[in-house]
């Protein structure tokens, strides 16, 4: 067994148990100025609300650096809960990363977007379906046409809407065009929730994600600057072939990052509204709202725009923020976490046992637990993921045109090609590329990842290496003869709408 795989074993044994005095406290304060009988038919757990916004960075939060009053929705939970400033997607784009925080699995072990499998596995339990099991009401609503029954994301919810394809299309046209309103979703839900149970909301808001909107007003560009003149909506759809030599210059950046910041408050406005919905919902019962996103976006560092291509801070950090937690007090976590951390907390809170599957664990929620810092985090890119079935018949590279066009620009100096894995064992992380030498960053000192030191610091790349180039062989990576799934008609059409495959 490689030490990869011990690491991992490692984490599946550590489960908290606090929820058990978490039972405790609760029955008490319940309790309080109630009969017996009343107290029975109220079910103790707390209600939960896991937000995710769409490619949404960690420095484009307030909280985690944007300037002040980018994200207040966001920052309000921030400041009464617990704060994660290392938190980490698995991966570079939006299905493999909700895959991890709707199983609890990593990348390495749900599979998704890795060597052409696009949807969850039907085997695999989410964890909507185990909540529904321990008697929570569940709901998702999803502004990301991908996160649906496309892909198999509906699994265990009761209630679940998505946009459709074209609504979010329409809508990069005609913003506000779409008949799908994730507030009056969620609002038409909370009308009608059974209030015997506790409920389970999952939502994903989309308005960060390319292409960014030109907004008749967007405080965040200099009053004298016209998005318009500089970037059309054609150029936008088009920002993810900008890369290395064609990257823009500084002033185009510069917009193009005050346009996703107009986006990001779009989704934080939102964010607020759901949040204030929830908690009328919720009434006198315990809420815990959980606020994240799938995974970031480029702007410009290491020559990247988008999230492709790359596993690098950029696209990897992300904010996470949990409040509400009955009991525990504000903090800020400096511990390195992970999006599949998620549902083990979230089954805690529930009173559900952590599956022995789980690849995450229970988040801490003080900075002083000790045993989080073996732990290795793993995140995939696969360069493989776009692929087109031939009839059944070999693979051919899906959109393989358009993938290539995006970087032939590109030098071996920006590594864009291939597939990659990140190896986070804190401090360090190591990117092992297919087809260039690995990289090794210290995180503590280095968040940015601008400081190579793989030949420096032999000691400490040359086991990561070795584990990367296992895990890389177990799951098929750099294998052009892996096995490819056939995504079915109405999946490749999303993943076209959205840009994906041309
Ligand atoms: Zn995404």
Request: glycine share 6%.
């Amino acid at each position: 067994m490689n030490r990869v795989t011990l690491q991992l074993n490692k984490r599946r044994r550590k489960t908290t148990s606090w929820r058990w005095s978490f039972a405790l406290i609760l029955t008490p304060a319940l309790l309080g100025g109630c009969s017996a009988e009343r107290v029975e038919s109220v079910d103790p757990r707390p209600s939960i609300l896991l937000v995710v916004i769409d490619t949404l960075r960690a420095d484009a939060v307030s909280t985690y650096g944007a300037i002040d009053g980018t994200t207040p929705a966001f920052d309000a939970l921030a400041s009464g809960g617990i704060v994660y400033r290392r938190a980490y997607a698995p991966s570079p784009w939006t299905l493999p990363s909700h895959a991890s925080l709707l199983t609890g699995l990593g990348p390495d072990r749900h599979g998704v977007g890795i060597a052409g499998r696009m949807g969850l596995r039907a085997e695999l339990a989410t964890l909507a379906e185990r909540l529904a099991d321990a008697g929570y009401q569940t709901a998702g609503f999803s502004e990301n046409p991908l996160i649906s029954n496309l892909f198999g994301f509906e699994k265990g919810f009761e209630q679940f809407a998505a946009r459709s394809v074209e609504d979010a299309m329409n809508e990069e046209n005609n913003p506000g065009s779409s008949p799908f309103d994730i507030i009056d979703e969620v609002a038409a839900f909370a009308a009608k929730r059974d209030r015997e149970r506790p409920f389970f909301v999952f939502v994903n808001l989309f308005d960060p994600h390319t292409p960014y909107l030109i907004r008749e007003e967007n405080r965040f560009l200099d009053p004298d600057v016209s998005a318009g003149d500089l970037w059309t909506t054609d150029d936008l759809k088009n920002a993810a072939y900008r890369i290395c030599d064609r990257m823009p210059s500084a002033e185009e950046l510069k917009i193009l990052h005050g346009l996703y910041l107009g986006d990001v408050a779009e989704s934080d406005a939102k964010l607020g509204r759901i949040e204030a919905i929830a908690r009328e919902a919720a009434g006198e019962a315990p809420l815990i709202v959980m606020a994240t996103a799938d995974h970031g976006e480029h702007f410009g560092e290491h020559r990247l725009l988008s999230h492709e291509f790359s596993v690098r801070a950029p696209v990897l950090h992300i904010p996470l923020v949990v409040h509400g937690i009955p009991d525990v007090p504000a903090a800020e976590i400096d511990l390195a976490v992970a999006l599949e951390d998620v549902p083990a907390s979230v089954l805690d809170w529930a009173g559900v046992e952590i599956p022995p599957e789980f690849s995450g664990r229970p988040l801490p929620i003080r900075d002083s637990v000790p045993d989080r810092s073996d732990v290795d985090l793993v995140a995939v890119y696969s360069d493989a993921t776009l692929q087109e079935p031939s009839n059944g018949e070999g693979h051919l590279t899906f959109s393989e045109d358009a993938q290539n066009l995006k970087r032939s620009n590109c030098w071996s100096r920006d590594r864009v090609y291939g597939d990659m894995v990140a190896l986070t064992r804190w401090p360090f992380k190591l990117i092992w590329f297919e087809n260039y030498p690995a990289e090794l960053y210290d995180l503590s000192w280095d968040p940015a990842e601008r400081s190579d030191l793989a030949e420096l610091r032999p000691e400490v790349s040359g086991p990561l290496i070795e584990d990367a180039q296992r895990l890389a062989r177990e799951l098929g990576l750099a294998n052009p003869n892996g096995k490819v799934e056939t995504p079915s008609d109405a999946a490749l059409e999303a993943l076209k709408g959205l840009g994906y495959v041309e």
